[in-house]
């Protein structure tokens, strides 16, 4: 697993909805988010979590043709930096991260991290707390995910 993640804007605002944005800071040696990222965020960022921006900007803005900006910052972010790991949960962005053949996780992938290196026992209970909030995750993907945890 990399140890160096480029986090979109969806995941720090979920962890945060939930109260586990310390997770991040748990699983992987340093965090990464984009000038932009943070403005989306719209809160001040833990002081474990860095800002650095990507310096292909017209490559950036190629992608902000049909992504949003967060997502196409982060996209370029992870690229130029040894392909790191990339947390990005919108479909649009995880399939062209994919199509350039970026490592991707969402933040469900996070959680499933943090199980398997004990720093939670139950993805389930975090799930959980996730249907509480407005971010949309299908009853199909939470069974397959707690089928995948051991948990069903």
Do not use: W
């Not at 979109?8 to 800071?25: P, Q």
């Not at 139950?122 to 948990?151: A, D, G, H, P, Y």
């Amino acid at each position: 697993m990399q140890e160096i993640i480029v986090s979109d804007t969806s995941c720090l605002i979920l962890l945060d909805k939930i109260n586990k944005l310390n997770i991040l800071k748990l699983i992987y040696k340093e965090v990464f988010v984009t000038n932009v990222v943070a403005e989306e965020y719209k809160k001040p960022l833990p002081k474990f979590i860095k800002i650095k921006n990507p310096s292909d900007i017209d490559f950036q803005q190629k992608l902000e043709i049909t992504l949003d900006k967060g997502e196409a910052s982060s996209i370029v972010l992870a690229m130029e930096n040894n392909n790191h790991l990339l947390i990005i949960d919108e479909l649009k962005g995880r399939k062209k991260a994919l199509d350039l053949k970026l490592n991707i996780t969402g933040t469900i992938g996070v959680f499933i991290i943090a199980k398997e290196k004990g720093f939670i026992q139950s993805v389930s209970n975090i799930l959980f707390e996730i249907e509480k909030t407005n971010f949309r995750i299908s009853k199909n993907f939470i069974k397959e995910i707690k089928k995948q945890c051991n948990e069903l």
